[in-house]
């Protein structure tokens, strides 16, 4: 099974509600990177089961990404117009 990671509980939960009303089960936890000790650093780990194509999509549509993914998003970030001004 595939896991779905997130930077935000929110974005993951979001999805949770998502899939389970179209009938997907999820566990939703939290899952340490190599090297990182404090615990609200982690990233926030969704398991679907079963894992199809429109599980897929429902990931770029809230935010998730899944490992191993080089696909680019449809639409880059935005960049500012002006350099960030820092206050004295």
Do not use: C, H, N
């Not at 770029?60 to 004295?88: C, I, N, S």
């Amino acid at each position: 099974m595939l896991g779905i990671y997130f930077d935000s509980d929110d974005d993951a939960e979001e999805l949770v509600k998502a899939l389970e009303g179209e009938g997907y089960a999820t566990t939703l936890r939290r899952e340490a990177f190599a090297g990182e000790e404090d615990w609200e650093d982690r990233a926030w780990v969704l398991l679907v089961e079963p894992f199809d194509d429109r599980v897929v999509e429902m990931v770029d549509v809230y935010g998730g990404w899944l490992p191993g993914d080089d696909r680019l998003p449809d639409d880059p970030a935005a960049l500012p117009d002006q350099p960030k001004r820092l206050k004295d």
